[in-house]
């Protein structure tokens, strides 16, 4: 099976900057898009960046200047490098992964979730 984990989060201050590291493992052939999301209390989910397999970013016009999104292939990982935060950047974030696993002779897409890591940012 495969499996996405994140980490990183943590209590910053308004200004401040945090790095999330985001790493899948199992039976991978290969990986697609993987991106950050977020939700925050009383709010849905929202897409905050994703990178496609061969580095494209795309953000939230929300975070777009502030973020950086980025991924190393050979480790099967993705980084969002969040600067510059606001309070209202604080929020659950989740790592997602479209995986192409592959066992035996079989390949299936799974659409991957990690667990959640807490952001808060607050002075």
């Known amino acids: 099976q495969v499996q996405v984990v994140e980490s990183g989060g943590g209590l910053v201050q308004p200004g401040g900057s945090l790095r999330l590291s985001c790493s899948a493992s199992?039976?991978?052939?290969?990986?697609?898009?993987m991106g950050w999301y977020r939700q925050a209390p009383g709010k849905q989910r929202e897409m905050v960046a994703v990178?496609?397999?061969?580095?494209?970013?795309n953000y939230a016009t929300s975070v777009k200047g502030r973020f950086t999104v980025s991924r190393d292939n050979a480790k099967n990982s993705t980084y969002l490098q969040m600067d510059s935060l606001k309070p209202e950047d604080t929020a659950v974030y989740y790592c997602h992964a479209d995986i192409y696993e592959m066992t035996g002779g079989t390949i299936r897409l799974i659409s991957s979730w990690g667990q959640g890591t807490q952001v808060f940012v607050s002075s």
């Open positions: 990178i496609s397999a061969l580095g494209s970013p």
């Open positions: 199992g039976s991978i052939f290969v990986i697609n898009n």
